[in-house]
T-cell receptor, first 113, second 115 residues
Framework: QQQVKQSPQSLIVQKGGISIINCAYENTAFDYFPWYQQFPGKGPALLIAIRPDVSEKKEGRFTISFNKSAKQFSLHIMDSQPGDSATYFCAPIRGSSASKIIFGSGTRLSIRP | KAGVTQTPRYLIKTRGQQVTLSCSPISGHRSVSWYQQTPGQGLQFLFEYFSETQRNKGNFPGRFSGRQFSNSRSEMNVSTLELGDSALYLC??????????????FGEGSWLTVV
């Protein structure tokens, strides 16, 4: 019930291409679906998040697609840039307590120039 | 608005020693949580504090402890250090008020190396 499966584990995309990272979850009680971006030596930073009452949210080059029935949400990075090279975590949460966050295993994204 | 501040950023300790890490949350944030990040285990929840009380605890041995002060600043302590405690320790804070969202903001972490 707590499991979150993130894929792929690593991803190499050509500059200008589209990067897609997926997250599947089990717990239907999750009510907030963020993606975090982490650069080497830094803490994770909130990138974009969505609530389950919408199916898509776009912020600049970053889009979250949410499929409630399939219990999946994905991160799309359009026009991927070398500066997007980082590790990405999905981290669905239920309620407001940090202890209720379930982190995905992470996706190491590399953008080739 | 200042972010989550963690000190020290890097430290090296010897097996058997103890260590104390400090965290200053974002002003106005009431909840502080701690995570351990390692390449093999990913991000693992240690504990969460709210209004100076430990609200939740992850699956870590009693050597790991923490506390929160009245100004919301928090410390975590690891006693009798083991080699396997080498990790990035992350502190995160959140507003944690009903209706104000549940975004967690992370600090840059404290890198602990146990030798």
């Amino acid at each position: 019930q707590q499991q979150v499966k993130q894929s792929p584990q690593s991803l190499i995309v050509q500059k200008g291409g589209i990067s897609i990272i997926n997250c599947a979850y089990e717990n239907t009680a999750f009510d907030y679906f963020p993606w975090y971006q982490q650069f080497p030596g830094k803490g994770p930073a909130l990138l974009i998040a969505i609530r389950p009452d919408v199916s898509e949210k776009k912020e600049g080059r970053f889009t979250i697609s949410f499929n409630k029935s399939a219990k999946q949400f994905s991160l799309h990075i359009m026009d991927s840039q070398p500066g997007d090279s980082a590790t990405y975590f999905c981290a669905p949460i239920r309620g407001s307590s940090a202890s209720k966050i379930i982190f995905g295993s992470g996706t190491r994204l590399s953008i080739r120039p | 608005k200042a972010g989550v501040t963690q000190t020290p950023r890097y430290l090296i300790k010897t097996r058997g020693q103890q260590v104390t890490l400090s965290c200053s949350p974002i002003s106005g944030h009431r909840s502080v949580s701690w995570y351990q990040q390692t390449p093999g285990q990913g991000l693992q929840f240690l504990f969460e504090y709210f209004s100076e009380t430990q609200r939740n605890k992850g699956n870590f041995p009693g050597r790991f402890s923490g506390r929160q002060f009245s100004n919301s600043r928090s410390e975590m302590n690891v006693s009798t250090l083991e080699l396997g405690d080498s990790a990035l320790y992350l502190c995160a804070s959140s507003v944690d008020r009903p209706g104000q969202g549940n975004t967690i903001y992370f600090g840059e972490g404290s890198w602990l190396t146990v030798v």
